[in-house]
């Protein structure tokens, strides 16, 4: 076969340092767009992207020869100096150490396209902690809550 043909879509998500409430609505609005920047430099693409003032939600297609690793590294180095230029105020803002990334099958997108647009609903009911830890064990990964959390 000469091509290469994939479809691995991902939800990942990540939280700002300590789940510190730092991604207010003027940062969101301009922080996202940001990010899908630094996606689409990456030669990838941005599906969707939402969450609180703690933590991120994305959605994207991802490549077979690049590593996510690679990408998170990108994305959050990048968009923490972005940060720290563009609102000054904002100098000790920082996402924590790792993140969570799940994979998505196709006919599962139009559910996580829904479940990133209510964000604020959803944490309404239910604190970034608590939602991280079941999507853990509903994809069925080995963890240990001591070390989950900053």
């Known amino acids: 076969m000469p091509g290469t043909y994939s479809q691995i879509l991902l939800h990942v998500v990540f939280s700002t340092k300590n789940r510190r409430p730092l991604i207010t609505t003027e940062v969101s609005e301009r922080l996202y767009k940001y990010i899908g920047g630094i996606i689409?430099?990456?030669k990838g693409a941005l599906y969707d992207i939402g969450g609180i003032e703690d933590h991120v939600h994305m959605l994207l297609p991802w490549r077979p020869d690049a590593s996510i690793s690679d990408l998170m590294r990108a994305v959050k180095s990048r968009s923490t100096k972005w940060v720290?230029?563009?609102?000054?105020?904002?100098?000790?803002?920082?996402?924590?150490?790792?993140?969570?990334v799940f994979s998505v099958s196709k006919s599962r997108e139009p559910v996580i396209r829904k479940y990133i647009a209510t964000q604020t609903e959803h944490h309404k009911k239910e604190d970034f902690c608590a939602e991280l830890l079941f999507l853990l064990r509903r994809h069925g990964i080995e963890f240990d809550e001591r070390y989950v959390f900053d």
Do not use: I, V
Request: hydrophobic share 30%; aromatic share 20%.
């Open 40 to 42: 689409r430099a990456e």
């Open 84 to 100: 720290h230029q563009t609102f000054p105020q904002l100098r000790d803002f920082a996402w924590q150490e790792g993140y969570s």
